[in-house]
């Protein structure tokens, strides 16, 4: 069992930075790929970043994302953090941190890979 907490989410202006972070318990939290999600008011959550278990860890971004956003984890600690920069306003969304089993055989970017979700931080960029 994997319990999620989300944090850092605010109001930020366009073109600043926040840095959203999840905690996580359990002991499979190493051997887990960890996913950031994000619903916009009206829209179907969709994907936003993830990282794999690996010790060498690989990186996925969707493409509104790329060269904004990092996404990185501190096993040690059971954390996996979302670096945001260059905010926008469409950025402005409910944002998800989720956990899978530790296999799957769905992608990296698939809601349906992930098995523990947080309860989300709300993320408000002003223009």
């Known amino acids: 069992q994997v319990q999620l907490v989300e944090s850092g989410g605010g109001l930020v202006q366009a073109g600043g930075s926040l840095r959203l972070s999840c905690a996580a318990s359990?002991?499979?939290?190493?051997?887990?790929?960890m996913g950031w999600f994000r619903q916009a008011p009206g829209k179907e959550r969709e994907f936003v970043a993830a990282?794999?278990?690996?010790?060498?860890?690989?990186?996925y971004y969707a493409d509104s994302a790329k060269g904004r956003f990092t996404i990185s984890r501190d096993n040690a600690k059971k954390t996996v953090t979302l670096q945001m920069n260059s905010l926008k306003p469409e950025d402005t969304a409910v944002y998800y941190c989720?956990?899978?089993?530790?296999?799957?055989?769905?992608?990296?970017?698939?809601?349906?890979?992930?098995?523990?979700w947080g309860q989300g931080t709300q993320v408000t960029v002003s223009s």
């Open positions: 990282i794999t278990s690996h010790s060498r860890s690989t990186f």
């Open positions: 989720a956990a899978d089993l530790g296999y799957s055989g769905s992608s990296y970017s698939s809601q349906s890979r992930y098995v523990y």
């Open positions: 359990g002991r499979t939290f190493s051997s887990a790929a």
